[in-house]
């Protein structure tokens, strides 16, 4: 039996990992502190193959027998987050990193790194391709995840060329769906949460920087894809559907026929402007696009939002 150890496995994307690799008939060891996890998210997996381990990736790891895969999602992913856990934001990214590729080492396992448009920080190249550098303040608020991210895939490839461990990095675009955390602070869950409570909208800035929705399962298909490839070299996965975040201020509004009124509040430090990514390495290298509309994604993370809320 494949046998995978994912960290941040009780966290958004994580847990539909999870899920996923289980129905594939994985052994899936579920590493998470819970900081911004939540076992909610993999309460419904109830089978002798799915292990839960609450454990801090920074502090060293211990998986008795094989492992095939080590998957490393652990950390804190939204502006909110970086703000209230910097410091484990870096660790998690660095000295996790390297525990997660000690282990991979160890076990002869393929390492997986979700890395981020973010090291892109406000990028001058647009769209990203994987061969742009980027352009991140390493000092402002964001500095904590975008600078973590990079050192994390500087690791990676510092394994690979090394010691020789498979490395597959993912360049994660902004991803949203079910088991998003209501007060994460990203535009997705709080535009829902305040439309569906009929609250004012908080649009940051004149609503006029861009961004490109990926519907998480179109995401974690992708993922499977560059797992099972041969690709070491990082993959950007999202959907390049550009629009502008008071586009999608106003399209929640009308999907949840909400009375709720958009406020313009300061935009926070080092806003990236645009992001979308180029997809043609994904299309070629994976044989992957998105194909989980705009529409049906709302529609499905609007319900999940409902139910969060009227619980
Ligand atoms: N944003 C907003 N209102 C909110 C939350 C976010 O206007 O209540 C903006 C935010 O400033 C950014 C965009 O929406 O320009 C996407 O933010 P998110 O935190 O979802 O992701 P990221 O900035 O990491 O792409």
Redesign the pocket.
Known sequence: MIRTLITGGAGFIGSHMCDYLFKKGHEVFCMDNLITGDTSNIAHIHDDRFHFIKHDVTKYIYIKGKLDYIIHFASPA???DYLQYPIQTLKVGSLGTHKALGLAKEKKAIFFLAST??IYGDPLIHPQKEDYWGNVNPIGI?GVYDEAKRFAEAMAMAYHRYHGIDTRIVRIF?TYGPRMRIND???????IT?ALKGED?????D?S?T?SFCYVSDLVEGIYRLLISNEDYPVNLGNPSEMT?LQ??EKIIDFTKSKSKIVF?P??ED??KV?QPDISKAKEVLKWQPGVTLDKGLEETIQYFRKKINA
């Not at 602070?185 to 535009?191: H, L």
């Open positions: 939204s502006p909110i448009s973010e964001r902004n602070g990203r535009a997705i869950p709080n535009f305040q909208i908080t649009v940051y800035g609503g920087q961004r975040i999608m201020a509040n935009l926070p806003d990236p992001r």
